[in-house]
């Protein structure tokens, strides 16, 4: 089993009650375990601005799956609920599901990249993801809290329940 962390996202079609729809699914994936999940929190879209902010969220889920069979499986949550992939990046969706870490793993595949390309520059990934593993080190040796303060909070509100 390996510690996976995969972030969460979705500003159409109720966002709160699709991640939570999410996290259900990822907690009934086979050979996997969700251990924690982070608050959820309001931030401002990178894409378009004419959109509605986006409810962002980091689970991390403890799994026997390879990258690319758990890649499989999160395309597919994010298919059954609704999600179209479109063109225009960054642009409004009803759920977006990222593999951040995969333990230790470096993959850079046609299909996935681990760690996340732009995790490091994206509040609305690190701070939630801090919630949940505040110690964390990533692959090449940063700590995550180097990158916490080489990225201001700004745009971001964490929500109540």
Not at 1 to 19: C, D, F, H, T
Not at 71 to 91: F, H, M, P, T
Not at 129 to 137: G, K, Y
Request: aromatic content about 6%; proline content about 7%.
């Amino acid at each position: 089993m390996e510690r996976v962390y995969i972030g969460l996202g979705s500003n159409l079609a109720e966002p709160r009650k699709q991640l939570q729809a999410a996290l259900t699914a990822i907690a009934e994936l086979p050979n996997s375990h969700l251990a924690a999940t982070s608050s959820l929190y309001a931030s401002d879209p990178l894409g378009p601005p004419d959109q509605p902010r986006y409810v962002n969220a980091v689970a991390a889920l403890d799994t026997g799956l390879e990258p690319l069979q758990l890649l499989d499986a999160l395309q597919r949550i994010e298919q059954e609920q609704g999600r179209v992939r479109k063109a225009e990046r960054w642009g409004p969706r009803t759920l977006d599901l990222d593999i951040l870490l995969f333990g230790s793993r470096q993959l850079a595949e046609e299909r996935l990249t681990v760690p996340h390309y732009h995790m490091h520059a994206r509040a609305f990934v690190l701070y939630p993801l801090a919630e949940i593993a505040c110690e964390l080190l990533l692959p090449d040796g940063r700590s995550l809290q180097q990158l916490l303060a080489e990225c201001p909070y700004a745009g971001l509100e964490r929500m109540c329940d």
